[in-house]
T-cell receptor
Framework: QQQVKQSPQSLIVQKGGISIINCAYE??????FPWYQQFPGKGPALLIA?????SEKKEGRFTISFNKSAKQFSLHIMDSQPGDSATYFC????????????FGTGTRLQVTL | NAGVTQTPKFQVLKTGQSMTLQCAQD?????MSWYRQDPGMGLRLIHY?????ITDQGEVPNGYNVSRSTTEDFPLRLLSAAPSQTSVYFC??????WGTGELFFGEGSRLTVL
């Protein structure tokens, strides 16, 4: 059974600041690590994902950094905006079968003016 | 495009009642799954299916049944509802059979069991 530990549980960042959310996983047979973004009253939606033939992936203001030896990956949101206020979930495939995607417990991000 | 459609959006049940949460997708995805979301617990996988006629258990399957008779539909059945099943339920689908592709989520079904 895969466990994914996500921190912090909540985060308050000023507009223009950098938001950093961290995740650690145990083991996985498949290298695929997505981040999902969820707004209140909505379902989660894929924000960015990495397949770690690289250690970093950047899409606009969002960057995933991956450390395979430490079994950790993180989401960095540069120039955070009030519209980024949402809950963020990391995820990792289960060992043995990638059909089971295990999510972290979520980070509630609030970006203040 | 409808994507993943869940019904009902809200439901209140009494302990012991049964009900079915409906999920339909129009993207011809082979992979479908059900998650429940509880405060501080994240999203936990209940059941999943990699194609019509094939289902398997996730990490919290007890108290729930599923079936997959068509590619489009993946209903979740609560046979005898308990207060511990009060939660927000999300159905998700993916074109990638092995869960390593993008999951498309519905908007959720909020269930309260009294």
């Amino acid at each position: 059974q895969q466990q994914v530990k996500q921190s912090p549980q909540s985060l308050i960042v000023q507009k223009g600041g950098i938001s950093i959310i961290n995740c650690a996983y145990e083991n996985t047979a498949f290298d695929y690590f997505p981040w999902y973004q969820q707004f209140p009253g909505k379902g989660p939606a894929l924000l960015i994902a990495i397949r770690p033939d690289v250690s970093e992936k950047k899409e606009g203001r969002f960057t995933i950094s991956f450390n395979k030896s430490a079994k950790q990956f993180s989401l960095h949101i540069m120039d955070s905006q009030p519209g980024d206020s949402a809950t963020y979930f990391c995820a990792a495939p289960n060992t043995g079968t990638a059909s089971k995607l295990t999510f972290g417990t979520g980070t509630r991000l609030q970006v203040t003016l | 495009n409808a994507g993943v459609t869940q019904t009902p959006k809200f439901q209140v049940l009494k302990t012991g009642q049964s009900m079915t949460l409906q999920c339909a997708q129009d993207m011809n995805h082979e992979y479908m799954s059900w998650y429940r979301q509880d405060p501080g617990m994240g999203l936990r996988l209940i059941h999943y299916s990699v194609g019509a006629g094939i289902t398997d258990q996730g990490e919290v399957p007890n108290g729930y049944n599923v079936s997959r008779s068509t590619t489009e539909d993946f209903p979740l059945r609560l046979l005898s509802a308990a207060p511990s099943q009060t939660s927000v339920y999300f159905c998700a689908s993916s074109f990638q059979q092995w869960g390593t592709g993008e999951l498309f989520f519905g908007e959720g079904s909020r269930l309260t069991v009294l």
